[in-house]
């Protein structure tokens, strides 16, 4: 019986964010249990895709949200076609 193909963090978080979708620092950590988020941004970027990010804050602490902008979604699809 054939396993089920397994999907990288990587890939999950790059289907996010081209859906248009946010993630966040803690997201990645907890959800994904990646332990070094930086890492998996960085080699997304690297790969060519233009992650933007600011800071949230809430009201005990702030964190980081990772997000494409509509024209970066445009751009890679442009260039990956």
Excluded: H
């Amino acid at each position: 019986m054939k396993q089920p193909k397994k999907i990288s963090k990587k890939a999950i978080v790059r289907d996010i964010l081209l859906n248009g979708e946010t993630i966040t620092y803690r997201e990645i950590m907890n959800e994904l249990y990646d332990n070094s988020p930086r890492d998996l941004i960085y080699y997304l970027r690297k790969e060519g895709l233009k992650i933007s990010e600011r800071w949230e804050k809430s009201k005990y602490s702030r964190y980081k949200i990772f997000f494409m902008t509509a024209k970066a979604i445009q751009d890679y699809y442009e260039n990956t076609i």
